[in-house]
Nanobody
Framework: VQLQASGGGLVQAGGSLRLSCAAFQRPFSRNAIAWFRQAPGKEREFVAAHRRSNDRSYYADSVRGRFTISRDNAKNTVYLQMNSLQPEDTAVYSC??????????????????WGQGTQVTVSS
């Protein structure tokens, strides 16, 4: 599955952005769709995921209550609504897809398709 992420940009602290991840050439056939982020000098970290098998969403503690992942199968697109953004949210955000098992949802290695990243910068 070919994925393309978009929607990043520069925003002030407290602001909002919505990221999009579109699948091309075939429907979103993967069970799990996730967002990861990587800040300069830091390891890539899990942000959020949605699993089609149980229609549930999962979040990192650092974003729970501020970010919302949603999935529009008709548009082959997954969204990440990010509210109350803070400077520590600054990173390159990437979307990923995979048919992984529930316990591996937060692990990047369990996803086999990746989109290019989109930069999110939050100023203080």
């Amino acid at each position: 599955v070919q994925l393309q992420a978009s929607g990043g940009g520069l925003v002030q602290a407290g602001g909002s952005l919505r990221l999009s991840c579109a699948a091309f050439q075939r429907p979103f056939s993967r069970n799990a769709i996730a967002w990861f982020r990587q800040a300069p000098g830091k390891e890539r970290e899990f942000v959020a995921a949605h699993r089609r098998s149980n229609d549930r969403s999962y979040y990192a503690d650092s974003v729970r209550g501020r970010f919302t992942i949603s999935r529009d199968n008709a548009k082959n697109t997954v969204y990440l609504q990010m509210n109350s953004l803070q400077p520590e949210d600054t990173a390159v955000y990437s979307c990923a897809a995979g048919n992984n098992i529930l316990s591996t949802t937060p692990y990047a290695s369990s996803y086999d398709s990746w989109g290019q990243g989109t930069q999110v910068t939050v100023s203080s």
